[in-house]
């Protein structure tokens, strides 16, 4: 069973900074990519930021030059620092990871529970 935790999420001032983290844990053989969406009241779910394994990363314009993902493969955990942050940052966060569990085996999409992210003053 494989498990995808988040972490870092809560309430900032509008120009302030959070780290969110995402663990997976299982039987778990590789991890491909990981990414971090998020999802407004009234909204749909978005891509906030995706890595490859090779370290290859994408963002939504609205968070380039303002967020940063990262991972580290080793502890199979991916980062999203979260700098400038602005009021329409608030939503939930929820990471994504692309998984097999064995060797040959085609991989799918797990996701987090989500962490809340608010933004304002």
């Known amino acids: 069973q494989v498990k995808l935790v988040e972490s870092g999420g809560g309430l900032v001032q509008p120009g302030g900074s959070l780290r969110l983290s995402c663990a997976a844990s299982?039987?778990?053989?590789?991890?491909?990519?990981m990414a971090w969406y998020r999802q407004a009241p009234g909204k749909q779910r978005e891509l906030v930021a995706s890595?490859?394994?090779?370290?290859?990363?994408n963002y939504a314009d609205s968070v380039k030059g303002r967020f940063a993902i990262s991972r580290d493969n080793a502890e199979n955990t991916v980062y999203l620092q979260m700098n400038s942050l602005r009021p329409e940052d608030t939503a939930a966060y929820y990471c994504?990871?692309?998984?097999?569990?064995?060797?040959?085996?085609?991989?799918?999409?797990?996701w987090g529970q989500g962490t809340q992210v608010t933004v304002s003053s």
């Open positions: 994504n990871a692309n998984i097999s569990l064995r060797l040959w085996d085609p991989s799918r999409a797990y």
């Open positions: 299982g039987n778990i053989f590789r991890i491909y990519t």
């Open positions: 890595i490859t394994r090779s370290i290859n990363t």
